[in-house]
C-alpha cells in the first residue's frame, strides 16, 4: 500500500510538472527509479571525487559498471580480456624469457627492441580487464562499492593503471623502434653502437615514464564509464599522454614501414624473395601492430568527435528513466544508444591479440630455438653428465676417417657478425675468420682422408 501510494504521488508529481522535473531531475527523498542507485551523502563533493557518479542535481548515481553496455556486454567484455589476455601474457612472458639475459648470451639492438616491446605488451596484459588472479572480485576490482568508480585513491587501481599506461607507451614506443630498426638491417645502413643502444633504451625509457606518472599529478586515473580497467579520465589527458604520442609513433613507423617495402621493391627478383623469405616474419608482426594501432587510434577519435551526441543520448535516457519513475519496473524500457558493443569488443581484442601475435611470428622460428640451445639451461654441466653425447650448440665435432681422431672447432659468436637476425632469419655477414675455419676444416679432413 505504501509503495502504491509512492509511485501515484511520483506520477501526480510528473503529470504536474514534467519539464521542470526533467530539467532539475527532482525526485521524492530517498527513492531513484532502477538502474540508478540512491547515495544518501553529506559531502557531494567527497563523493565525486571519490568516484560517485551523479545524475544531475539529485542523490541518484550511475551503476557500476556504466549503463552503457547491457551486463551480458559487460560479461562478454571481461570474460575477452580473461582468457585472451591470459594467452596473451603467457605468450609475452615466454619471449621476454627467452630474449632476456637469463637465456640469451648476445644482445644487440634486436634483441633489447623485442624484449622492451614484449615487457610493455606483458604490462598491459596483467593490468587490463580481468586477470587470472582476481577471478572471484568480479566487479569489486574497479567498482569497489554500489554506485562508486575505482579512482586513484583505490591502490589497485593506481597500480594498474600506471602499468596499463607504461605497458601501452612502452609498446608503441618499442614498436616504432624495431620498425626503423627492420629498415637499417634490409638496407643494411650502419650499424648502431652499442653507446646509441644505450642512448635508445635511457631515452625510451624516459619518455614512457613522464607519460606514466605525468597524470598522477591532477589525480587521473581511474575506472572510467566504457573501460574495462581503470585509465585516464579526461579526454585532454588521454590526448596529451597518449593519444597525440601514439599518433607521432604511428606516423614514424608507417613511413618506415614504407621504406622497407620500397628498398624490398628495388633490388632485383631473385633477391627479393631471398629477402622476403628472410624477413617475411619481422615485417608481418610490424604491419599486423600498425594496423592495430591504427584501427585503435581511428575508433577513439570517432567516439572522442561524437561525445555530444553520445552525451545527448545519455541525458535523454535519464530523463526517460525519471518520466517512468512510477511505473513498474519492467513495464517500461529506455533505450541508451552510445558505443557500439561490437566495435567496442574489436578494439578491446585488437589489444589483446599482441602478445599472441608476438609468439607466432617471434616465438615458433629457428632464431628461437637457437637461443634456448645456446643458453646455459641446454649447456651446463648437469646436462651434459645426463647426457654424455650431447654435442653443445655451437660447436662441431669432427671425426676422421678410421683414425678415430675427433676435434672440436667452436663456431663464431654471433657477436662478430653483422647483426643477430630476427624470427630465424639467417645471416650472411659470417665473418672471415669463420669462413677461414670452414677453410681450415677441409684442409684437416683431406689430411686425414690421406692417412
Request: with cysteine.
Amino acid at each position: 500500500m505504501i509503495i502504491f501510494i509512492k509511485y501515484i504521488f511520483i506520477l501526480l508529481i510528473i503529470l504536474l510538472n514534467k519539464a521542470n522535473l526533467i530539467s532539475s531531475l527532482e525526485l521524492p527523498p530517498g527513492f531513484c527509479p532502477q538502474p540508478l542507485l540512491y547515495r544518501n551523502t553529506t559531502n557531494r563533493e567527497k563523493d565525486i571525487e571519490s568516484g560517485f557518479e551523479f545524475v544531475g542535481d539529485t542523490n541518484c548515481v550511475l551503476p557500476c559498471p556504466s549503463p552503457l553496455f547491457t551486463t551480458k556486454q559487460w560479461d562478454s567484455f571481461f570474460l575477452m580480456s580473461l582468457v585472451l589476455g591470459s594467452i596473451s601474457m603467457f605468450a609475452s612472458l615466454f619471449l621476454i624469457i627467452t630474449y632476456s639475459p637469463l637465456v640469451n648470451r648476445n644482445h644487440t639492438r634486436h634483441t633489447i627492441g623485442i624484449l622492451s616491446m614484449f615487457i610493455g605488451i606483458f604490462f598491459i596484459m596483467v593490468s587490463d580487464g580481468r586477470q587470472l588472479w582476481d577471478i572471484e572480485l568480479g566487479n569489486e576490482k574497479y567498482c569497489p562499492e554500489p554506485g562508486r568508480y575505482a579512482r586513484q585513491s583505490d591502490t589497485k587501481c593506481l597500480t594498474t593503471g600506471l602499468f596499463f599506461q607504461f605497458g601501452c607507451v612502452s609498446a608503441i614506443l618499442w614498436w616504432s623502434t624495431l620498425a626503423f630498426d627492420l629498415w637499417i638491417t634490409i638496407a643494411k645502413k650502419r650499424i648502431t653502437t652499442r653507446k646509441q643502444i644505450i642512448y635508445y633504451i635511457v631515452a625510451l625509457n624516459a619518455v614512457a615514464i613522464v607519460l606514466t606518472f605525468g597524470p598522477i599529478v591532477k589525480k587521473q586515473y581511474g575506472f572510467g564509464q566504457a573501460a574495462i580497467g581503470c585509465w585516464m579520465l579526461d579526454l585532454k589527458y588521454q590526448y596529451g599522454f597518449f593519444w597525440v604520442p601514439l599518433g607521432i609513433c604511428l606516423s614514424i613507423g608507417s613511413v618506415f614501414i614504407g621504406l622497407i617495402l620500397y628498398e624490398i621493391y628495388k633490388i632485383s627478383d631473385i633477391v627479393k624473395k631471398k629477402y622476403l623469405r628472410k624477413h617475411i616474419k619481422p615485417l608481418c608482426l610490424i604491419v599486423l601492430m600498425c594496423i592495430e594501432f591504427f584501427y585503435m587510434f581511428i575508433y577513439y577519435s570517432y567516439v572522442t568527435a561524437n561525445q555530444s551526441k553520445y552525451n545527448k543520448s545519455m541525458t535523454e535516457y535519464i530523463e526517460c528513466l525519471m518520466i517512468n519513475a512510477a511505473n513498474q519496473p519492467g513495464t517500461y524500457k529506455c533505450d541508451l544508444k552510445t558505443i557500439s558493443p561490437s566495435a567496442q569488443f574489436t578494439f578491446l581484442f585488437a589489444l589483446r591479440l599482441m602478445g599472441l601475435e608476438g609468439m607466432i611470428f617471434y616465438g615458433f622460428t629457428r632464431q628461437t630455438k637457437k637461443i634456448w640451445k645456446k643458453s646455459y639451461w641446454f649447456n651446463n654441466s648437469y646436462v651434459k653428465r645426463l647426457f654424455p653425447t650431447h654435442i653443445i650448440p655451437g660447436e662441431k665435432s669432427i671425426k676422421s676417417n678410421g683414425s678415430g681422431i675427433t676435434k672440436s672447432i667452436e663456431y663464431q659468436d654471433e657477436q662478430t657478425m653483422e647483426s643477430i637476425e630476427l624470427s630465424g632469419i639467417e645471416s650472411n655477414n659470417i665473418s672471415p675468420q669463420l669462413n677461414q675455419n670452414q677453410i681450415n676444416n677441409n684442409n684437416y679432413d683431406n689430411q686425414n682422408n690421406n692417412v
